[in-house]
């Protein structure tokens, strides 16, 4: 049961912030990491629908809290790189 949850969490975490991830990446028109974050996106969701369907309202909240920490991870590294890359050109 417990590694169910970690497991989920994971997924979680990762499928909502590779998801944010991907917007950016879209709005960017960066295709190669688009691209690559679709195969992560893919492998992240496996994951959280095997678990979250047998799942309950444990399983809720857990994929809840997971999803708004990858979320707020995935925007603070996209800024954070992009960022650096910006201060390496000037």
Known sequence: ???????????SFS???LLGLQSKNVQGSKYLAAAVTSVAISIANFFFVKIVATGNYEALII????????????IYAYDKMNNQ???KKV
Request: hydrophobic share 60%; aromatic share 10%.
């Open 85 to 87: 890359k910006r201060q």
């Open 63 to 74: 994929a809840s809290i997971a999803g708004a920490c990858g979320i707020i991870t995935a």
């Open 15 to 17: 499928l909502v912030g």
């Open 1 to 11: 049961m417990i590694l169910d949850y970690t497991i989920l969490f994971f997924a």
